[in-house]
DNA sequence: TTAATACGCAACTTTTTGGTTGCTTAACGT
DNA sequence: ACGTTAAGCAACCAAAAAGTTGCGTATTAA
């Protein structure tokens, strides 16, 4: 499909997947698909979908115990975006000292 | 069409268009809509598109002198990321402890 | 053992997205 | 003035995404 640091970003673009992860994070212990999707105004077959989406890049952890499937938020892959986005922080101010530090701090080609 | 953190989230979930706001960022002047399409392997109207999303999700000004367009990346925005990431960052250890700083420093309701 | 629950799978629909081509308009260079 | 260049707009297309319903199956409770 598509290399995981997109997986990651299209992840966590839609809203609804971003309020399900943070149900997730803020949940006080894993949560089946079931109860997930009581907290949604959308099917369980959708709920299903975003969590298949967050598992796969990596956000969401499931444990299955008999017919029950229990989600857990991992939030260990966001350090990737934080990483992508940290590096453009440099040019935050909008100054030209952020592409002179680039430019000085990169090999010369 | 859909609120200002998830235009942001989505501009920057497409590799194409990471790498459209890269080059705006490394380049060390503006670059016309004609300069940034003959780096990549997509059409000008392909260009003008992606630009136009990232215009939208503020990551990109754009100057018009005469005929022509010169485009500016603007870094700020990604603020917002930082701070959606930031939030989570507490819980990257997996441990527990992130869910009793976030519960112990909320609001009581 | 029978009914209810939790879920996956598959098919389908609708909307969005990423991309294209064709045409027009405005600005330059000569 | 005239050809060329820069770009917008609109229509179109294909693929992906977001969501649905229907159905089958395994697990649990009665």
């Known amino acids: 499909m598509q ?3 997109t997986k990651l970003f299209k992840a966590i ?6 309020d399900i992860f943070h149900a997730l994070v803020i949940a006080t212990s894993a949560l089946s698909i079931t109860q997930i999707s009581s ?3 959308i099917s369980r077959q959708g709920v299903t979908k975003h969590i298949k ?11 299955t115990n008999g017919r029950e499937r229990f ?8 350090k990737e975006v934080s990483k ?3 590096f453009y922080s440099q040019f935050w101010d909008n100054s030209l ?3 002179e ?3 000085n701090t990169k090999d010369n080609e």
Chains 1, 2 share one sequence.
Do not use: H, S
């Open 39 to 41: 907290q949604f105004d």
């Open 101 to 103: 530090n680039y430019l």
């Open 97 to 99: 000292q952020g592409l």
């Open 3 to 5: 290399d995981k640091i």
């Open 13 to 18: 673009a839609d809203p609804t997947r971003r």
């Open 71 to 78: 989600c857990n938020a991992n939030a260990k892959p966001l």
């Open 84 to 86: 992508w986005v940290e």
């Open 53 to 63: 989406t967050l598992e796969e890049a990596g956000l969401v952890n499931i444990n």
